[in-house]
């Protein structure tokens, strides 16, 4: 064997189409770059994210920030609001009606109890979510955490 005997394998080397010999070869004339523009000039190099003149997503897009559009949002309540809510109507189970109705949170609001302050009345409260330290506390004192 020596270096003048070396081929490569059968299939491996595909012989690439011959474009602008003229007519009879289907790729002739404007070698199937079309006509005019751009892309049928030689040294054309497209740029990167290049659109054909449209706005390119990546100038379409916003730089800063992000909405997620699943957020849900709550209306907090600390333990010191519900004590004194307590305090003010006497009440022995607080409910989501009554929250509203004392103007602590808004009609469609959904109302998440969060464990700032302190409760000492045994009372059943009602809501849509808690956090871990609140529960703990309510039933510390007696109560009940509904989850709604």
């Keep these: 064997m020596n270096l003048s005997s070396l081929k490569p394998a059968a299939g491996s080397v595909k012989v690439g189409k ?8 289907g790729k002739g004339g404007t070698a199937a770059r079309g006509h005019k523009g751009a892309q049928s000039r ?11 003149g449209q706005m390119p997503l ?7 920030g992000f909405n997620n559009i699943n957020r849900v949002e709550y209306k907090a309540l600390n333990l010191d609001a519900i004590q004194a809510l ?12 009554l929250i509203r109705e004392n103007g602590l949170s ?10 700032r302050g302190e409760i000492t009345s045994a009372v059943e409260v009602q809501a849509h979510g808690f956090s871990a330290s609140a529960i703990e506390a309510i039933e510390k004192a007696g109560g009940k955490a509904v989850k709604l």
Excluded at 18 to 25: F, T, Y
Excluded at 42 to 50: A, E, I, M, N, V
Excluded at 86 to 97: F, I, N, P, R, Y
């Design 106 to 115: 808004a009609k469609n609001d959904l109302v998440k109890i969060l464990s």
């Design 42 to 52: 030689s040294g054309y190099s497209r740029k990167l994210g290049f659109e054909g």
């Design 86 to 97: 307590v305090e003010k109507t006497g009440a022995s189970v607080v409910t989501l009606d």
């Design 58 to 64: 990546q100038r379409r897009l916003p730089k800063f």
């Design 18 to 25: 011959r474009v602008g010999r003229g007519q009879g070869s």
